[in-house]
């Protein structure tokens, strides 16, 4: 996978202060110093892109991103900026900033978090500490296993995630221990003989192995279940709607409300895992680039950036005949991605659910090459100055 943003900057070039990098002479990249170009900065394009603060040192204070870049960073040495503490801090310590032209806002945002997960700056607080993603663990070799909410990792377990809204998950989680009756008991599982239970037991939201009431056997599935549930299936929730029914038919409101609000939570943690798991959107993206008359196209698979190339917009056919390769791999039954993953997905889900992503993207899952070639050729032609296209089959 390529990483996001890697064709829209700079290759192998450094960025000198003052100086512009670019292919083609188009500029890409710029590094100023403040103290020369505030607070006009008239040499910075009006154009998106990501910028980077930096102190005397060298070291990043600050990454951020603009649909207009002159305008933000004069936001920060206006008059009224220093009332704010972002802007106050920016210009008690930036020496320099650093300017990278994107071509799109979409492309902007991921390169801000590529920025932020490797430089870590010191002023970022949003998607600076992924060790504070929660996981929910499984372990499959204890015979009466717990699932558990956890931020540490190891050998032992099966872990789903991960996910950033934690306490919504630990109340989830609950729901799903009482819908399967899974243990939550901490202490170690005394034996059969003991006869000791807990509360769970006597209002029936346990299985109690802890009194000989369910086998290792009947235990695992219940667990299985369980997962299935917080990664996708619907098979619990159908029965569970099948149960409300019959508990309203019988005047029961008071249990059928108690078995909606379960429902309604455990709906809530499959939405919270569903882009840590192998369940995203297909489609292909659309956008400018800082190149006159070139196009960026982004494949999106399972929610994440499969491929990205940057064309002149004449080879964009040739450009998407290679794309939609990245669409035909099968598909595993779970995927799970990693922490410094889940960021990004999160930017893509919601810049497709946008009015912007709305526009500018086309869904691609279960449709054919040639209806998905026919609507990005009409996302091309609203596209600025936009060039006439061939067709997929031509070569170019």
């Avoid at 990043?60 to 649909?67: A, D, N, Q």
């Avoid at 902007?108 to 996981?135: I, S």
């Avoid at 998950?169 to 901490?186: N, Q, S, V, W, Y």
Wanted: hydrophobic fraction near 40%.
């Amino acid at each position: 996978m390529l990483a996001a943003g890697a064709l829209l900057h700079c290759v192998g070039t450094t960025a000198t202060q003052g100086a512009w990098c670019g292919d083609g002479g188009e500029v890409r990249k710029q590094t100023l110093t403040i103290a020369e170009h505030a607070p006009l900065f008239a040499v910075v394009p009006l154009q998106p892109g990501v910028y980077v603060f930096r102190d005397t040192t060298g070291a990043p204070l600050y990454v951020g991103k603009s649909k207009n870049l002159r305008r933000r960073l004069q936001s920060y040495f206006a008059t009224r900026a220093t009332e704010r503490r972002k802007a106050k801090m920016v210009q008690l310590f930036a020496e320099t900033v650093s300017i990278e032209l994107t071509g799109s806002d979409f492309a902007a945002m991921l390169r801000e978090l590529e920025l932020v997960q490797h430089l870590h700056p010191r002023f970022n607080r949003r998607m600076r500490h992924p060790e504070r993603y929660a996981y929910l663990r499984v372990d499959f070799h204890a015979p009466f296993p717990r699932i558990t909410l956890t931020t540490q990792l190891d050998d032992q377990g099966v872990f789903l995630g991960p996910f950033a809204a934690r306490q919504r998950m630990r109340t989830a989680l609950e729901e799903i221990c009482d819908a399967f009756g899974l243990r939550t008991c901490t202490d170690p599982l005394p034996s059969a003989e003991q006869g000791r239970s807990c509360w769970r037991y006597h209002v029936r939201t346990c299985l109690a192995p802890c009194v000989g009431n369910a086998t290792p056997g009947a235990y695992g599935r219940a667990v299985l279940q369980a997962v299935r549930t917080l990664t996708g299936s619907r098979e619990a929730l159908r029965q569970w709607q099948q149960r409300r029914t019959q508990l309203a038919e019988s005047l029961e409101f008071e249990r059928a409300g108690r078995l909606l609000d379960r429902e309604l939570r455990v709906r809530a943690a499959q939405r919270l895992l569903a882009l840590a798991v192998h369940r995203g959107d297909d489609a292909l993206v659309l956008q400018p680039a800082v190149e006159p008359e070139h196009a960026v196209l982004w494949a999106i698979r399972d929610g994440d950036v499969a491929r990205t190339v940057e064309v002149p917009r004449l080879a964009l056919a040739r450009a998407f005949r290679e794309l939609w390769a990245a669409f035909s791999p099968a598909r595993q039954t779970v995927l799970f991605v990693g922490q410094g993953d889940l960021d990004r997905r999160w930017i893509i889900h919601r810049w497709l659910r946008s009015a912007e992503g709305r526009a500018w993207s086309i869904p691609v899952r279960g449709r054919p090459m040639a209806a998905v070639w026919e609507d990005l050729r009409t996302h091309a032609a609203s596209l600025p100055a936009a060039l006439p296209l061939g067709a997929p089959s031509e070569s170019k």
